[in-house]
């Protein structure tokens, strides 16, 4: 009885593995990525948006891992995050801290799930052509939680009482990283590179943790991209798994984000650089942010040497420096008013914004012919170029250089 005893306080203790607490916490961090991988390979990129198409071999190990790693089902998954897009910050988002504050999102964002899971009109209308095979409905959907119950014993038996700490782990690391940090903080806070139109922000340039779930505003801007980075300076580790995949057969990659890229500046705008606008019309709205918010910085810099950095001027320069790059269903009502008085105090500014709208109903208008569409852009360059703001001269000269 004692050697029985004695046995079970061993395998608390070290469990069958007797790893060490380095051998512990690398086997956590793996399996915590593989999980993180499988969700935005498989959930996102490949069933959510269709972005590539994955072989028999990665899909039934990603479905199986998820099983096991976090109960979710795939056709919840895609039909919520689809909802998401298609409803991106308004009420009827299902995880938006605009509308539920960044709070709820990190706090209760795996009741936010629950709740729009169990929405079988979400589930109809946005869950279609999702995996509905033998294994699927007898297995993954019917006994979702049995999973997540067969890892905690796997991690029990493997390393004993530790293991539950283990367990714990996995099963709080999506609901903290995708819903609290992508879903949350993903939509309030960090850099865009393109002027979508939601509150899409990438959190970092540099992610392993988050699988290149962190580039959210490219997501957002470009969703049926296999590839999250744009940018030189930026890693999607997602997208280098799924290049890997592709080289030995296992993936095929259906669409990557279009390339803004420059060549000689035109005489006049063309139907090629019309067409190449509208591609890239994010980009390019973010460049013409960055023109509007130095002009409001020059703005702020001079009424800082004037000594008014405390004045009512400088709080709505700074205002505008903040929203006035946004589309006015974008910004707070709120701050109208200031940035109202912002316009009214400085011509230049309140032309960028004029033209900033005229600009953008370019690939509005949808009642217009294509040749209509050119000759507005060609008369939007010439008022650019004469009105004697440098920023506006300068954006239309590189707008000219847009090739498609």
Excluded at 36 to 52: G, P, Y
Excluded at 112 to 138: C, F, H, Q, V
Excluded at 177 to 204: K, L, Q
Excluded at 299 to 324: D, M, N, V
Aim: with cysteine; glycine share 6%.
């Amino acid at each position: 009885m004692n050697e029985i005893l004695n046995a079970m306080v061993n395998w608390l203790s070290d469990g069958l593995l007797n790893a060490s607490a380095w051998q512990i916490v690398v086997f956590t961090l793996v399996v915590t990525h593989i999980t993180i991988c499988s969700v935005t390979i498989f959930l996102h990129r490949a069933q959510s948006h269709r972005a590539l198409e994955l072989g028999p071999i990665p899909s039934h190990f990603f479905r199986f891992w998820l099983w096991l790693t976090t109960g979710m089902v795939t056709k919840e998954f895609v039909a919520i995050h689809r909802k998401h897009h298609a409803k991106c910050e308004t009420e009827e988002d299902p995880h938006s801290p605009q509308t539920r504050g960044l709070k709820a999102l990190l706090l209760t964002g795996v009741e936010l799930y629950r709740a729009e899971s169990r929405n079988m009109e979400t589930m109809e209308k946005y869950g279609k052509g999702t995996p509905d095979d033998w294994i699927e409905r007898n297995l993954y959907t019917r006994f979702s939680w049995q999973g997540v119950a067969l890892m905690l014993i796997l991690d029990l038996a493997m390393f004993g009482a530790i293991g539950a700490t283990v367990w714990a782990i996995q099963m709080a690391w999506i609901p903290v990283w995708a819903t609290g940090v992508i879903n949350g903080i993903g939509h309030y806070w960090g850099y865009r590179n393109f002027e979508a139109p939601d509150a899409s922000t990438n959190v970092s340039p540099w992610g392993i943790l988050i699988g290149g779930e962190e580039l959210h505003n490219n997501h957002h801007t470009y969703p049926t991209s296999a590839k999250f980075s744009v940018k030189k300076y930026e890693f999607d580790i997602g997208w280098g798994y799924i290049r890997a995949m592709e080289m030995i057969g296992w993936a095929k990659v259906r669409k990557t984000a279009p390339k803004l890229s420059l060549g000689e500046v035109k005489p006049a705008a063309d139907a090629r650089t019309l067409e190449a606008l509208i591609a890239n019309r994010y980009e390019v709205m973010a460049n013409y942010a960055r023109d509007l918010k130095a002009a409001c910085a020059a703005e702020l810099a001079k009424i800082k040497a004037e000594g008014g950095q405390h004045s009512e001027r400088f709080t709505q320069f700074k205002l505008a420096k903040r929203w006035l790059h946004r589309d006015e269903d974008r910004i707070p009502a709120d701050v109208h008013g200031d940035l109202a008085h912002a316009r009214a105090a400085s011509p230049a500014i309140d032309k960028l914004v004029t033209m900033r709208e005229e600009l953008r109903q370019l690939w509005t208008r949808t009642n217009v012919s294509a040749e209509q569409l050119v000759a507005d852009l060609q008369a939007w360059c010439r008022r650019a170029e004469e009105s004697g703001i440098a920023e506006l001269q300068a954006f239309s000269m590189r707008l000219r250089a847009v090739r498609a």
